[in-house]
């Protein structure tokens, strides 16, 4: 993917955006911040996945800390949800679609990452979804609510297919701008088809 | 220990298996959770101590999300709690006798890992109980629940009795198995006498 | 600063004790601990904004964590506090003036040490503010309470604009002894004048 790699940062930034305008969102529903909180949620939001990524496979310091623009983004993305708040509820819609479109990048990005570092396939596909579903799990323990990752919809399935869809790609020598849009879109698609027909991930069966 | 590592993997597993298994039942009984949570419950109460001790003294990736034999028995465990949750209370007794083996061992491991790595003999006692604690302590902020290990029963302190005398022994130069296998069950007892006896760590004698 | 060594290292300890108790007394004020959870939370108020910075420089193991001088005097915080407990309510005070000058020391100290490692000058005001306030901020995350840093009052704040004095002092070559007591003294003055006025970061216009 090097030679496309403006196109890949625009995409990156947008989904880094779209995590912490939503991610700042929540945090904002649920519980009472300010300016500090609002912002700090947003950006630990859109960059934690990866950076718990970074920290897992020792590319320290991470990534997208280091690199001011991801942190930029992420503040303006925080911001814009402090300023206008339940204003944007009106446009979950494509809010959404902006979220599904960073997690499906995210899980793609991640997984190619971990296995660029020396990591195992299985720990590729893990640390793809983590890069996905990362920050919004560290959002929801900050604001005291059990991460949804682990309660419902499907959200952390989709990553996964996509670093999986990555992984194999990689190791058949088949991965290349094709395959990574592929995953993403593979990744995306079940996302909004489950949000849309409110799928749940199953539940223990004697719970 | 070079000479048994055999017989140490097969312990260490068994302990990742325990910790998966009753780490995924915990969560279970406490939240509303579905199949990603659950595995990714039970993975963190097993991996989740050895991670943040792999961490804290730099050697990443961490070792047993490294290994994917770790990985492996921690999401077999975690999914047999999930498929038969409640069932298995009546297992409540040989699930905590295996809880307290793994709690041991890593206490142990965890230790003499720390040591390896060039840490004090104050931080390799603290390492040795955060390997043996730190999952459990992860799964239940993430579950929205004072971790027990701060609250209640005797978990830290034997633990940290087995990190102690493995680090003093392996100062004085008397480590070996058999000094490992009498921290462990040292451990183990202190766990096991303290459960049946219902024993609490000391109270703040003014709150 | 290398020729005031010890001067920075006593202020240095200070800070650490300070954030151990009060970190102790707020954690056994909000939840019902015993002795492991006092000490833990004790120490990880003091160490975790320190470890945190570290482990995001990939400076490991943390600085902290491993001179044991610093686990001592946190530990030693967190026990008086377990044994003094609410005794110590009518220190408030002192110890407030004692936290607000380890904050300031930490993010004076954090900003710099960031810079040191390579991080840019945004990431080093972060850094600085997070080695300030991250260890609190682990501590209400493990007792089930919202961050204070991001609900109310100025803490964060003050943190940020002696990291920034720093900062940009460092990159103008104007770094020294002064410079850092100048940027400690303005956190400090912020942080107990916005305490006695009871000033409270802003909160969303329309949450």
Redesign the interface.
Known sequence: MSNEPLLLLTLDLTGTFAFALNGALTA?RV????????L??GIITALGGG?IRD????S???AT??D?RY?AVAAGGALIA??????LDRMARPINILDAAGLSLFAVTGASKALE?G??P??AV?LGAITGVGGG?VRD???????T????EL???PALAAATITVVAIKVGAYGIPVAVAAAVACFLIRMVSLRLGL????????
């Open positions: 904002i519980a009472q911040l300010d300016v500090v909180g609002v700090t949620l950076i920290i897992m496979i020792g320290l310091p991470p800390f280091s001011w942190l402090f300023f206008l708040g339940r204003r570092f990591l195992g299985l720990q893990i799990t323990v900050m604001i005291q609510r059990i991460p990752v682990m309660r419902s959200y952390a399935i749940n991930a199953p539940r223990p069966p004697h719970a």
